[in-house]
Every structure is written in C-alpha cells, then in structure tokens.
C-alpha cells in the first residue's frame, strides 16, 4: 500500500466515510471496557471518601461494634464536627490556612504574571537568561539546609511568611502561562501600541482578559498547594499558634494526638478515628467545593499551554 492510499484510509475511515479513524464511534466491547475503567476509578476515588464521611458521622459504639470503621452509619450524627470546630485549635489552624492560601495564591499568580509576560514578549533585557534560570529549576533544586539557612537570613522564621515565600514561584506554571502569553496574536500588541499603551496596558486591557482560563488554573494549582503544605510550617515554624490546618491534621491522624475532654467541658469524647476523620473531610472539602467552579477552565487551560509549549 503506497503512502498515498495510507493517508486516504486514515481521510476516510475504515467505513468509507471523511471521519478519521480515531473520531470513529467505538465498538460495543470498547465501550464496555471504558465504562468497566471509568466505574473501577470512581470506586477506588469514592470508596476511601466515602468511608471517612461514615466513619466521621458514625458514634463509638457503632465504630466499635464494626472495627473501627463505618461506611454507612445507621445512626449518623455531628458530634465529631462539634468537638472539632469547639475546641480551638482546628478553628485556628484552618483561619491559618485560609490567610495563607489567600495571600499566597494572590503573591503567586502576581508574580507568574508579571514574570510569564516579560519572557513572552520579544527584545526582553536578559529574556533567555532568565528563562534557562527558570527552566533550570527543573534540573537543580536546593536541598532542606540551603532552604533553612536562607529562610533565617530573610528573618522567616516562625513568621507567616514562611509559609509563602519558599513556595511562591513555581517555574512549571511559567512556562505553562508563557505558551499561553505567547499564543495570544501579535496583532493584537501593535494595535495597542499604535494606540499608545505600554507594557503595562496591555497587559491589564489585553493579556489578561484573554487568559482567564490559564490564570484560573494556575491560581487554583497555587491555591491547593498552599492548602496542602505542611512540610514548610513544621521545618519553620515553632509557634503552635501558627501551624496551618494540615499540620494539625497530621499530628491527629498520624501521630495519634487527641483532644482534651476536660479543657473543652466535655465528659465523654468520640472515637478517636472518628475525630481523625472529621478533621479530614473539614481539611478537603474547601478544595472540593472551589474546584467544580474552575473545572471547565483546566481543558482550556492547562492543555491549551502544554500544547504551545
């Protein structure tokens, strides 16, 4: 079969029709096996979620008479959430988190934008330098010393900053906001020019208007890692007033930490995996009610970004 007949089969398809043959409607067994593939993904996802919202909801003596662990709780109850949000401490640590997530995510995407842009635009002073830089982070990244050593000479330390500064900048969604930058036409900056904005303008009035879909990725990238950090807090932070909500999860679920029945005035407390687990769902659920409003905008987006890199 000579090229030319190839390309025309891949044209019209296996059934003579201009449909490639990667758009044509699968077979009944192909579609079978997607179906069998999509419902084993959303029980390996849902199962353990699922679990962790029983167990949460589930009293002592349920959790008890099945193993420490209910999927289903006959007699569903918020006595865990109450313990949780009453004694303090997860309140605190989840403002923590709030503050820093916000702040964070605005520094972040302040400082992608401005340095995504100036990479984009031809004739930037220092423009291919500064992205090898960049795209050497890749490559080269410091070890837990050299970042300590540097967070204490900026006086980070057991500061809020802390939390922010070392994660602020991530090279991966430059580059993914600078393909996008750069995809925008070139016609579109010598209008603005010949109207006599400047870089400034025509990043405000032109760039970002047309990039809320990237924008919106990256800030909600930026958002879930400021919201999942604990590594950072627990390396500079010493303050227990100042650890973020993931920290204080992690020394309930993992280190076994429990609440303080007496200083709350509480005569019985829930089970412990029951406390765990509430602690748990209220550290997840912010992410999972922001990201079904962003979720039309990762296709557009992220892939939009990749494919132009």
């Given amino acids: 079969m000579s090229t030319a007949q190839i390309s025309g089969f891949l044209r019209r398809g296996r059934r003579g029709t201009d449909r490639p043959v990667w758009m044509e409607k699968p077979s009944p067994a192909g579609q079978t096996l997607k179906l069998l593939v999509i419902v ?33 709780p006959a ?33 972040s995407l302040l400082c992608t934008i401005c340095l995504a842009y100036g990479l984009s635009r031809p004739g930037t002073l220092a423009g291919k330098p500064l992205l090898l830089i960049v795209v050497g982070t890749f490559l080269f990244t410091p070890g837990i010393i050299p970042n300590y050593l540097v967070a204490q000479s900026l006086g980070l330390l057991d500061t809020y900053g802390a939390m922010v500064v070392p994660i602020m900048l991530n090279a991966f969604n430059v580059i993914v906001v600078r393909a996008f930058f750069q995809g925008i036409p ?3 900056h010598e209008a603005a020019r010949l109207d006599g904005a400047g870089d400034l303008k ?38 227990p007033d100042k650890l973020p909500l993931q920290v204080v999860l992690r020394s309930y679920v993992l280190q076994g930490d429990t609440f303080n029945a007496k200083a709350m005035g509480i005569s019985v407390l829930p089970a412990s995996t029951s406390l765990s687990m509430a602690v748990l769902i209220l550290a997840v659920l912010p992410i999972i009610a922001v990201y079904p409003f962003l979720q039309k905008y990762f296709n557009k987006g992220v892939l939009t970004g990749a494919i132009k890199a």
């Fill in 186 to 188: 070139e016609e579109l």
């Fill in 40 to 72: 084993a993904m959303i029980v390996a996802v849902g199962y353990p979620f699922l679990l962790a919202i029983g167990t949460s909801l589930s009293t002592k003596a349920e959790l008890a008479a099945n193993g420490g662990y209910v999927l289903f």
């Fill in 202 to 239: 025509v990043l405000l009035r032109i760039v970002l208007p047309l990039s809320k879909a990237v924008i919106a990725v990256v800030g909600m990238f930026y958002a879930v890692t400021y919201w999942n950090s604990f590594f950072n807090a627990m390396l500079y932070i010493n303050d």
């Fill in 75 to 107: 007699h569903p109850t918020l006595e865990s959430y109450q313990v949780v949000l009453s004694g303090g401490v997860v309140t605190r640590a989840a403002l923590v988190s709030v503050g820093v997530t916000v702040v964070g995510t605005a520094l």
